[in-house]
T-cell receptor
Framework: QQKVQQSPESLIVPEGGMASLNCTFS?????YFWWYRQHSGEGPKALM?????GDKKEGRFTAHLNKASLYVSLHIKDSQPSDSALYFC??????????FGSGTQLTVMP | EAAVTQSPRNKVAVTGGKVTLSCNQT?????MYWYRQDTGHGLRLIHY???????EKGDIPDGYKASRPSQENFSLILELATPSQTSVYFC?????????????FGAGTRLSVL
């Protein structure tokens, strides 16, 4: 069964700094990869998806996927205090299930 | 933006009691999901549904039942609640199968079983 592991568990970066979040998955048949963000007291919200190997940039956020290495990452440039949240990586092999990692708690210090 | 509403937002139940968590979505999505969130475990899928009348087991279905009486509504039922079911529960809806589409989550229900 698919396992998704995230690192680090928690991360503190200064305002304006770069935050790098990592994720590995176990199923080589995985096709769809997502990053979700959850602010305290709210439900998770989709941040971005990546389905092909390489980089995908959306504003200050860049996702990277390497299917052969079973690895996906998220980089946040010019981090803002509003980026402080719990970030989930999720993967799907095309079945109905989207499997989530345990999350990385990001804190951006002003 | 897609709207998913959960009720109640907070619930305290007694061990052995019956608990029903409700979810309503107004986006005409075919797929709906129930997850629970626990520290260190992330989001784990309990049940999901393809459409009205269908329910399927997720990763951790034991102790839970689900009901999808209509396109808009999806309930999670704990027939005999136990303290191990204390958690935060999230409902989600989505418009694409196979993980290729965005999931829209509700704000969550915090359940304490005493």
């Amino acid at each position: 069964q698919q396992k998704v592991q995230q690192s680090p568990e928690s991360l503190i970066v200064p305002e304006g700094g770069m935050a790098s979040l990592n994720c590995t998955f176990s199923d080589r048949n995985s096709q769809y990869f997502w990053w979700y963000r959850q602010h305290s007291g709210e439900g998770p919200k989709a941040l971005m998806s990546i389905f092909s190997n390489g980089d995908k940039k959306e504003g200050r956020f860049t996702a990277h996927l390497n299917k052969a290495s079973l690895y996906v990452s998220l980089h946040i440039k010019d981090s803002q205090p509003s980026d402080s949240a719990l970030y989930f990586c999720a993967a799907s092999s095309g079945s109905w299930q989207l499997i989530f990692g345990s999350g990385t708690q990001l804190t951006v210090m002003p | 933006e897609a709207a998913v509403t959960q009720s109640p937002r907070n619930k305290v139940a007694v061990t052995g009691g019956k608990v029903t968590l409700s979810c309503n979505q107004t986006n005409n999505h075919n797929n709906m999901y129930w997850y629970r969130q626990d520290t260190g475990h992330g989001l784990r899928l309990i049940h999901y549904s393809y459409g009205a009348g269908s329910t399927e087991k997720g990763d951790i279905p034991d102790g839970y039942k689900a009901s999808r009486p209509s396109q808009e509504n999806f309930s999670l039922i704990l027939e005999l609640a136990t303290p191990s079911q204390t958690s935060v529960y999230f409902c989600a809806s989505g418009d694409a199968a196979g993980g290729g589409g965005t999931l829209y989550f509700g704000a969550g229900t915090r359940l304490s079983v005493l």
